[in-house]
């Protein structure tokens, strides 16, 4: 049975709640990209970026005309990559929130003061 990339990366895209964090994460990366905006953890985001660059390259460390195996690679990287950043878009969540509460205290406190 031949799988395509693609084929899997929608599949393992759909476990751990990840289609529903991609607004989230598109939010994370652009305030991430804003001075004073949120700062993520290196690794939880910049390796599911290299997996992704991983996925959609034509080089393979194991190719995946070999049956089995030939996607595995593919696979575990997914099964890896998924849940950092899947954690990463759940820290900046609270961080949102966190701001968000910030920002109301001060507008209460000008309004008293």
Do not use: C, N
Request: hydrophobic letters at 50%; a neutral charge.
């Amino acid at each position: 049975m031949k799988v395509s990339k693609i084929q899997l990366a929608k599949e393992a895209f759909k476990h751990k709640g990840f289609i529903s964090k991609i607004p989230v994460i598109i939010r994370m990366i652009k305030s991430a990209t804003k001075k004073g905006g949120y700062k993520p953890h290196f690794k939880d985001v910049i390796l599911p970026g290299l997996v992704l660059l991983y996925l959609i390259s034509p080089i393979d460390i194991i190719p995946d005309w070999i049956p089995v195996i030939g996607v595995f690679d593919d696979l575990a990287l997914l099964a890896f990559a998924i849940p950092l950043l899947v954690k990463e878009a759940e820290k900046f969540i609270a961080w949102e929130a966190a701001r968000q509460s910030d920002d109301s205290m001060i507008e209460e406190a000008e309004v008293i003061g």
